[in-house]
């Protein structure tokens, strides 16, 4: 699988939208991008998944630039209860998941 | 839909025994499961992948003998920490997936410390 790259930490205000970014610059035109995230001491829980046209569902969008070679996770207005850790993963479906380090979300009141 | 639940949700148990962690799919069938190990302030390891009815797939690294997976059913994988020592403490965290899509959903995760 290809490797990503998360930064370590963000903070965001709450009710304001958290831009998560994710570079996977050696992606493969089959893989598609993932994005769990994982509340502390809880199992991780699915967010989003593209391949390369952005996507939106009922907790996030997911932008993907034209080359794949990084994406965006947006949460639009986040809230307390988002406080988390992000990971994005770069897979062909058929593959185990592969963890990285994420991204520790703080959201503030 | 696809809730996967694991029991015990924590165990504390003493060195040189074992323990059998239990994850189930409660409203579907999990054509694979998947085990995966997280200590304190890391990221989630995967363990194993199995498949019901066959023998389970161990990452580099996983004793497959202090390690038993079982995944008798289409709804129930057992993982057993044999022999445990404090060092095996740890989160265990199960998966599944449907086969209906490649999403892994997760169980809750259960805490183990060996005293």
């Known amino acids: 699988d290809a490797k990503t790259t998360q930064p370590p930490s963000m903070d965001c205000a709450e009710g304001r939208a958290a831009n998560l970014p994710c570079n996977h610059s050696?992606?493969?035109?089959?893989?598609?991008v993932y994005w769990y995230r994982q509340i502390h001491s809880q199992g991780p829980q699915y967010i989003i998944h593209g391949l390369k046209n952005n996507e939106t569902n009922e907790m996030a969008s997911l932008i993907i630039t034209e080359d794949r070679k990084s994406s965006t996770l947006i949460l639009p207005h986040a809230t307390l209860r988002d406080t988390a850790v992000y990971y994005c993963?770069?897979?062909?479906?058929?593959?185990?998941?592969?963890f990285g380090t994420g991204t520790r979300l703080q959201v503030f009141p | 839909g696809a809730v996967v639940s694991q029991h015990p949700s924590r165990v504390i148990c003493k060195s040189g025994t074992s323990v059998k962690i239990e994850c189930r799919s409660l409203d579907f069938q999990a054509t694979t499961m998947f085990w995966y190990r997280q200590f304190p302030k890391q990221s989630l390891m995967l363990m194993a992948t199995?498949?019901?009815?066959?023998?389970?797939?161990?990452e580099q690294g996983v004793e497959k003998d202090k390690f038993l997976i079982n995944h008798a059913s289409l709804t129930l994988s057992t993982l057993t920490v044999t022999s445990a020592h404090p060092e095996d403490s740890s989160f265990y965290i199960c998966?599944?997936?449907?086969?209906?899509?490649?999403?892994?959903?997760f169980g809750p995760g259960t805490r183990l410390t060996v005293t």
């Open positions: 050696t992606i493969s035109g089959n893989e598609y």
């Open positions: 993963i770069v897979r062909v479906n058929t593959d185990k998941l592969i």
């Open positions: 199995s498949n019901e009815g066959s023998k389970a797939t161990y």
């Open positions: 998966s599944a997936t449907t086969g209906l899509s490649y999403e892994q959903y």
